[in-house]
């Protein structure tokens, strides 16, 4: 498992236990202040070029930075790999150039590259972003570019890398999390990855600064944000936080135990035990953090190109999601009159569907078919529920990390999606191409095609 997938399954399991903690909900009569919904940023669903685009990249593969470092380590490799991917059916790919660590994969003058990982060094020369759109072009693939956005460094099995390391400004606005005894600590100090607090108008204005610089400087075809959200439940408890959510919803003073009352354990995860009468009012401030940090990135990303498709890639578990400070359904959809007893009737207002172009979800399951969100179906049910056709949907599959039943499983997932969404997302190149990655054994090219036509 990479470091990416590292982070991303211990997002989800923050996430179940988020489903399973059993608390007393303590509602207040405070209610904060209504949001005005912002206006839509050139939705794809209405640019002919946009919705030209992935008309053409209905299937693509995301390739994650540091567990394809190597295996795309030259343009021979990357031509040889891309040309397996376009022979299968393959359209586009999701090339990550900004990992948990914060180093980057591309020609910046900004941040600190990534030139050597597990012992691979890349020749000094080479401009991994710019190879990758070369070859990709060359076999037909639309190239989108991702990062983490929020992510700037991480613990990797004690060598600790990153701006939350070496830069004292960002170690500062890092993710401040709660322990289960009720203490907030640096998210470092507890956790092996560096996040930052999205609140802080330093973490916000280098990341919108990393986006420009690569949209202005790479003929890239889209840009996806990826861990666009707060690290889980138990972030952001900083006094920052607190002071910003105090003047957000105008109250006179705020307390943590005014959100969560008490804090414990489950499965693994901090979770709020008994909630306080401002914690759905804080899960709203959240929310819009994030939300209006979306609208600024997507702002600058059409003034700078109008005809770039921006994305977004979260996972579909919509009923949970509100952990990580998302809400990606379309600010029509109220989720607090559909039996979300989490959610303010202004909550609505954060959804941030309107404000992108092309929406992927992360469908990781094996079970096709079922009750509630943790099905494939249902998660494309729910999705389509919520995002009311405010962008471009694709759903995806985690190829690596779900425990499939077998690999006419996969295939089956595959076909489901491509049948009901406007495309796929496969996670990720390095399950596909390298056999120790997925619980097959084998490669995993000739397997896919026939489901990818």
């Known amino acids: 498992m990479n470091i990416k997938q590292l982070l991303n399954y211990a997002g989800i399991l923050a996430l179940c236990c988020i489903l399973a903690f059993s608390c007393e909900r303590t509602q207040g009569d405070l209610l904060p202040p209504a949001k005005k919904p912002v206006t839509p940023v050139d939705p794809g669903a209405g640019n002919e070029v946009i919705k030209e685009l992935f008309e053409k990249a209905p299937v693509v593969v995301w390739i994650e930075a540091a567990a394809n470092f190597s295996r795309l380590g030259t343009a021979e490799r990357m031509a040889t790999v891309f040309q397996k991917l376009s022979d299968i059916g393959v359209k586009g790919i999701v090339v990550d150039v900004k990992g948990i660590p914060g180093l980057v ?16 060094t890349q020749k000094a020369e080479f401009d991994y972003l710019q190879n990758a759109i070369v070859e990709g072009r060359k076999k037909g693939l639309k190239v989108f570019v991702s990062m983490s956005v929020f992510a700037e460094g991480m613990n990797y099995y004690g060598t600790p890398m990153g701006k939350v390391y070496t830069d004292n400004a ?10 289960v005894t009720g203490e907030v600590k640096k998210i470092t100090d507890v956790h092996a990855y560096g996040l930052l607090n999205p609140l802080q108008p330093l973490a916000q204005n280098y990341e919108l600064s990393l986006i420009k610089e690569v949209i202005s400087n790479y003929d890239v075809d889209g840009f996806v944000l990826d861990y666009c959200r707060y690290y889980d439940i138990s972030a952001d408890f900083s006094d920052y936080s607190i002071e910003g959510f105090r003047k957000w919803a105008k109250l006179p003073s705020v307390s943590r135990t005014d959100i969560v009352q008490q804090w414990g354990v489950t499965n693994g995860a901090v979770t709020p035990q008994k909630t306080g009468p401002l914690f759905n009012s804080w899960l709203e401030f959240r929310a819009q953090t994030i939300r209006d940090f979306v609208s600024k990135a997507g702002g600058m990303v059409k003034e700078v190109k109008p005809n770039l498709a921006f994305c977004s890639y979260a996972g579909s578990w919509y009923d949970s999601y509100y952990g990580v400070g998302v809400n990606w359904a379309s600010n029509t959809y109220d989720p607090s009159s ?3 007893n989490w959610a ?25 078919t079922g009750p509630g969100w943790w099905t494939v179906q249902g998660q494309i049910n729910g999705a389509n529920k919520v995002l009311k056709g405010a962008n471009i949907h694709y759903g995806a599959i985690d190829i690596g990390n779900t425990q499939w039943v077998n690999l006419q499983n996969v295939k089956d997932a595959i076909k489901m999606i491509r ?10 190149l390095v399950h596909i191409d390298d056999p120790t990655t997925n619980q097959f054994n084998m490669q995993l090219y000739d397997e896919l095609k026939a489901s990818l036509e």
């Not at 170690?171 to 322990?179: L, N, R």
Request: charged share 15%; no cysteine.
């Open 105 to 120: 994969n591309y020609d910046s003058k900004i941040a600190t590259q990534l030139k050597t990982w597990n012992g691979y």
């Open 170 to 179: 960002f170690s500062d606005i890092q993710a401040q999390v709660m322990t």
């Open 338 to 340: 559909d039996g979300f």
């Open 344 to 368: 303010t009737p202004t909550y609505k207002n954060t959804g941030y569907a309107e404000l992108l172009d092309m929406f992927m979800t992360g469908n990781y399951t094996a079970a096709l």
């Open 419 to 428: 049948q009901q969404t406007k495309g796929i997302m496969l996670f990720d």
